[in-house]
C-alpha cells in the first residue's frame, strides 16, 4: 500500500510523522482513523482525552499498532509540547472551545483556547521549520453583507452578497457586547499572526476553515457522555431530542441557515491537504458542501424524517419549538445568517469536491446516534431520580 501511493502530481508519498494537537476530538478521531487505515503516516496524538479514539488505541494487536501514540496533555502548561512538535514533520492543531453555547457565557476561556493557547504551536512550528495545518472557522466571515440589506432587496438573492471566498469576503462581527463573536475574532487573530509568519519567517502554513462538518462521534449526548446541562451544536441538541422523544428546540425561530459537509468527505480534503504540501501550503482554504444548505427550521424536519425511518417510530405530533435565544444561549449571542462556501480555491489547488447529499450524511449518522445511544437513554429515562 505505501509503496503505490502518489501525491496530485503523481510523485510517490513518502511517509511522515504527524503532531496532532486535540486528536481526540470529533475532526481529530476521523483523521487518526483515515490515516491509520489508508496511509503509512505515523500520529502523535496530543489531547486532554482520548474516548473518541480508543478504538484505535487498542489492542495492541492492531494493524496499525505503533503508528499511532496517545501524549495525554494540556497545551496550556505542558513543557512535551514543542519537543513532539520537534519530532515530527508536520503539527495539525485543531484543539479549541468551538461549542458556542461557550462564546458568550466563557468568553475568556474561548479567547485563551482559540487565541493564547494556539500561540506556543504557532511559534514551534515557525521556529523550528515545521508545517502548519491550523484549524480556523468558516466564523470568521461573521455576518453576510447581504445581510445588512433591506428584507425585501432583490440584491439578497445575488450571490455576490453572500458566497463567501477566502481572499475577497470581508470578515463582519457584532459589537463587543455580543460575546457570541468572542470566538470568531479569537480565531481571525490567530489566522492573522500565522499569515504573517508565513509572511514575515517563511512559516509554511495551511489554514482549514471548516463549514459545519457533521457526522458521527460530533460533541455529547447531554446526560449520557457528556454533562446533563451541557449544550453542544446543533447535530448532538437535536439528536438528543430525537433520541428522548422531546421537540427539537428552534433558536430565534430557527431561520438562520447552514451548509452542512459529511465529516468523511471533509476529511478526504485534509488528507489532500497532508499530502500535497506544494499545493496548500500558504493557502487558506474554506470545506463544506455548498449545495448542503437549509434553514435550521429545515434541517430539524429533515431530521425528525430520517430519525423516524431509522428508530421506527413514529415522530412527535409536535416536532419543534420556538425558543428565544437568549433563553437557550442566554445574554450576548448573536447569529450568522448564512454560510455558503466558494469552492474556487480548494477546486484549483486540490480537486476536492464534496459528495454525500445531506439526507444521505444524516442518514447514515443518525443511525450510528441511534444504535450508540438508544439503550442508554432509556436506562437513564428509566432511572428513578434519587431523592
Ligand atoms: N466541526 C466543525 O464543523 C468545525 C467548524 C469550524 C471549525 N472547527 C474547528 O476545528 C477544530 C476541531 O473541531 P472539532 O469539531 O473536532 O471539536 P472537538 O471539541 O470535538 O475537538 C477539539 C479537541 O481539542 C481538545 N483540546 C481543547 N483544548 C485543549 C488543550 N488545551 N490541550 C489539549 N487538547 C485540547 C479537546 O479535548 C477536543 O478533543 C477546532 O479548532 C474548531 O474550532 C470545527
Ligand atoms: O438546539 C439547537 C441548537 C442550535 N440551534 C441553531 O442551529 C444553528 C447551528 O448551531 P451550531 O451549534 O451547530 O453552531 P454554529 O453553526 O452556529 O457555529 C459552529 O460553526 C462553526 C464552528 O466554528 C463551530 O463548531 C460553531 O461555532 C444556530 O443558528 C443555532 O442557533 C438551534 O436552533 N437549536
Given at each position: 500500500m505505501a509503496s503505490s501511493r502518489v501525491d496530485l502530481d503523481g510523485n510517490p508519498i513518502k511517509p511522515i510523522t504527524i503532531c496532532m494537537i486535540?486528536?481526540?476530538g470529533f475532526i481529530g478521531s476521523h483523521l487518526c482513523e483515515k490515516l491509520m487505515s489508508e496511509t503509512p503516516h505515523k500520529v502523535l496524538a496530543l489531547d486532554v482525552y482520548n474516548d473518541k479514539i480508543k478504538h484505535l488505541l487498542?489492542?495492541?494487536?492492531?494493524?496499525?499498532?505503533?503508528r499511532i501514540q496517545f501524549h495525554r496533555l494540556?497545551?496550556?502548561?505542558?513543557?512535551?509540547l514543542e519537543g513532539l512538535i520537534k519530532i515530527a514533520d508536520l503539527t495539525i492543531n485543531l484543539a479549541a472551545i468551538c461549542t458556542?453555547?461557550?462564546?458568550?457565557?466563557?468568553p475568556l476561556d474561548t479567547i485563551y483556547s482559540n487565541f493564547i493557547d494556539a500561540l506556543p504551536v504557532v511559534k514551534y512550528c515557525s521556529e523550528n521549520n515545521k508545517r502548519l495545518i491550523h484549524f480556523s472557522t468558516c466564523e470568521v466571515y461573521g455576518k453576510t453583507i447581504g445581510s445588512f440589506l433591506p428584507k425585501d432587496s432583490p440584491l439578497r438573492q445575488d450571490p455576490a452578497y453572500y458566497v463567501l471566498k477566502e481572499d475577497e469576503s470581508p470578515c463582519i462581527f457584532g459589537s463587543?457586547?455580543?460575546?457570541?463573536w468572542s470566538y470568531a475574532c479569537a480565531k481571525q487573530l490567530i489566522e492573522r499572526l500565522i499569515y504573517a509568519e508565513g509572511a514575515e519567517n517563511d512559516l509554511e502554513f495551511t489554514i482549514v476553515r471548516p463549514f459545519n462538518w457533521i457526522g458521527p462521534r460530533m460533541d455529547f449526548i447531554p446526560g449520557i457522555?457528556?454533562?446533563?446541562e451541557g449544550v453542544p451544536r446543533v447535530l448532538a441538541c437535536f439528536s438528543n431530542n430525537l433520541l428522548r422523544r422531546e421537540p427539537l428546540k428552534l433558536v430565534d425561530g430557527g431561520q438562520s441557515q447552514r451548509t452542512f459537509v459529511y465529516i468523511k468527505d471533509a476529511i478526504e480534503a485534509v488528507l489532500l491537504m497532508i499530502e500535497n504540501p506544494a499545493r496548500a501550503n500558504g493557502h487558506i482554504f474554506n470545506v463544506g458542501n455548498p449545495n448542503n444548505e437549509v434553514t435550521v427550521r429545515q434541517l430539524a424536519e429533515m431530521m425528525t424524517q430520517v430519525y423516524s425511518k431509522v428508530s421506527e417510530e413514529a415522530p412527535l405530533e409536535k416536532p419543534t419549538i420556538d425558543v428565544s435565544s437568549k433563553e437557550f444561549y442566554g445574554e450576548g449571542y448573536d447569529d450568522s445568517d448564512k454560510r455558503i462556501p466558494d469552492m474556487t480555491i480548494i477546486n484549483r489547488q486540490l480537486g476536492w469536491n464534496p459528495k454525500t447529499s445531506l439526507w444521505d450524511l444524516l442518514e447514515s449518522t443518525l443511525t450510528y446516534q441511534h444504535r450508540t445511544y438508544a439503550e442508554a437513554i432509556k436506562k437513564a429515562i428509566a432511572k428513578p431520580v434519587a431523592s
Open positions: 486535540g486528536a481526540g487498542e489492542p495492541d494487536t492492531l494493524p496499525w499498532a505503533g494540556n497545551i496550556k502548561h505542558d513543557s512535551r458556542p453555547a461557550d462564546y458568550n457565557t466563557r463587543i457586547e455580543k460575546q457570541r457522555d457528556g454533562p446533563s
